[in-house]
C-alpha cells in the first residue's frame, strides 16, 4: 500500500478547476450501455464483468473485466464513424476520434487535458497535492480527507501498532490500512508496521506464531 500523500505523472490529472462545466459531446444515433453482469461492489469488480453495448444495436462480444474497459470498448467502437461526426477538442479545435478524447474533462482531447492540467498544478502546486491526495483516498480507500485526517488525529498522529510519528528520521511517512478482501479501513501505519502486516499476509495465527517464536527466543537468552 502506498502513503497517504504521493506524486504521480501529469497524465490522467484534472482540468482546470476554475472552468465551467462543458456538456458532454455525443454522437447522433449512439449511446453509451454499460450494464453490470453481476453484483457492483465499491472499489471491487464484478465477478462476471461487465457489457458494452451502444443504442446503435452494436454490442461487443465479450464481457469486460472492468466499467473502464467496458467504456474504452464502447469509445472504440465510436471511432468507426465517420470523422466529420467525431467531437471537436474545445482548445486545439481539432476532430479527434473518441477514444482520444479525455473522460474526466471531455470537452478536452486527451493531450490538451494533459497540458492544461500541467500548466493548472503549475499554478497552483498547493492545490494541486491536495487534489492528489484526494483522488488517492477516495479512489483506494473510499474515505476523504477530513476522515484520514480524523483517523490520524484518533491515534494522535502516531502509527497504530509501534507508535512512530509521522515523518520519522527514517523518511517513511504512514499509510492507510485496509482489510484487502472487504476494502475497509483499519487503520494508520508506518511503513515498517504496515510492510510487516503484508509480509505475514494479515494473518493473525502468522503473527501469534511469530510472537511466541521470538518470546521462546529471548527465553533461551536469559535461560
Not at 41 to 67: I, M, N, V
Request: hydrophobic letters at 30%; one cysteine or more; glycine letters at 8%.
Amino acid at each position: 500500500m502506498k502513503a497517504l500523500t504521493i506524486r504521480q505523472p501529469w497524465a490522467g490529472a484534472i482540468a482546470h478547476q476554475t472552468e465551467p462545466k462543458r456538456k458532454v459531446w455525443s454522437i447522433k444515433g449512439h449511446k453509451r450501455v454499460l450494464t453490470p453482469l453481476g453484483q457492483v461492489k465499491p472499489r471491487q469488480p464484478t465477478a462476471e464483468g461487465w457489457r458494452s453495448a451502444c443504442g446503435c444495436g452494436w454490442a461487443a462480444p465479450q464481457s469486460h473485466p472492468s466499467k473502464r474497459a467496458a467504456e474504452v470498448a464502447y469509445r472504440s467502437h465510436l471511432d468507426e464513424v465517420p470523422s466529420e461526426q467525431w467531437p471537436v477538442c474545445k482548445r486545439c479545435e481539432q476532430h479527434t476520434r473518441p477514444s482520444a478524447m479525455s473522460t474526466g474533462s471531455p470537452h478536452l482531447c486527451k493531450k490538451c487535458r494533459t497540458a492544461a492540467t500541467r500548466e493548472w498544478a503549475e499554478r497552483n502546486p498547493s492545490a494541486w497535492e491536495r487534489h492528489l491526495r484526494k483522488s488517492l483516498l477516495k479512489r483506494r480507500y473510499g474515505i476523504t480527507i477530513e476522515e484520514a485526517d480524523a483517523l490520524l488525529e484518533q491515534q494522535h498522529g502516531r502509527c497504530a501498532i509501534c507508535g512512530v510519528a509521522e515523518g520519522d528520521s527514517r523518511g517513511f511517512r504512514l499509510h492507510i490500512d485496509h482489510d484487502h478482501a472487504t476494502g475497509v479501513v483499519r487503520g494508520i501505519l508506518c511503513h515498517l508496521c504496515n510492510s510487516g502486516l503484508g509480509h505475514f499476509r494479515d494473518n493473525p495465527e502468522f503473527l501469534t506464531k511469530a510472537i511466541a517464536y521470538l518470546t521462546a527466543s529471548e527465553e533461551r537468552k536469559t535461560a
